[in-house]
């Protein structure tokens, strides 16, 4: 049985809605939402605002000193040092473009530790390769610090391990 059709409708579903998740964050926040939940969700939209615009300090900024990255596409926990040279790798000449696109996203506080979960995308241009496109689980542990709430631990994988038919190439 050919279930392409299906996972390319899901994955069409998915890129025609980049940053929904951090946009319905935010809506909540300007709607006059306050409260825990919503400082959580606000330092979020933050991050991911400084990474879609490719301020990068701004980025590694949101995270704590001893955040630690599980991530797809390496086999070992990243700590905020690592985690900055797998920046630089795809931003230091082997791709033409990447994004990540958070979809859908819930935030919760408790107490001074804050859970954002959900869904995103991973969308990049290899210099040598076709267009590639990786749906994701996400998990993040927030803390609240003296500096406000800063991302401790970032948690994600793939929901489907091979996108066929998402490009041309």
Same mark, same amino acid.
């Given at each position: ?12 579903g ?7 998740g951090a946009? $319905?964050? !935010?809506? /909540?926040?300007?709607a006059?939402a306050?409260g825990?939940? #919503? &400082?959580?969700a606000?330092a ?5 605002q400084a ?17 630690q990255?599980i ?15 797998h920046?630089?790798f795809?931003i230091?000449?082997?791709w033409d473009?990447f994004?990540?696109l958070?979809?859908? $996203?819930t !935030?919760? /506080?408790?107490g ?5 979960a959900? #869904? &995103? ?21 927030w ?9 401790l631990n970032w948690h994600?994988?793939?929901i489907v391990?091979?996108?066929?038919r998402?490009?041309?190439?």
């Open positions: 049985m050919d279930t392409s059709g299906s996972r390319r409708d899901f994955l069409t998915v890129a025609v809605a980049p940053l929904a946009a $319905t964050l !935010a809506a /909540a926040a300007s006059g306050t825990p939940d #919503t &400082a959580v606000l979020f939209d933050r991050m991911v990474l879609s615009d490719g301020k990068l300090e701004a980025f590694y900024g949101a995270m704590h000193e001893r955040f990255m991530d797809e596409d390496s086999p070992w926990r990243m700590s905020k040092t690592a985690f900055k040279e920046i630089s795809h230091g000449g082997v473009s994004a990540w958070p979809v859908s $996203t !935030a919760r /506080a408790f001074r530790t804050g859970v954002v959900g #869904t &995103a995308m991973f969308r990049g241009k290899p210099k040598d390769a076709g267009f590639r496109l990786r749906p994701l689980l996400f998990s993040q542990a803390v609240q610090a003296d500096a406000g709430w800063q991302l994600q994988s793939p391990g091979l996108v066929s998402a490009s041309p190439t």
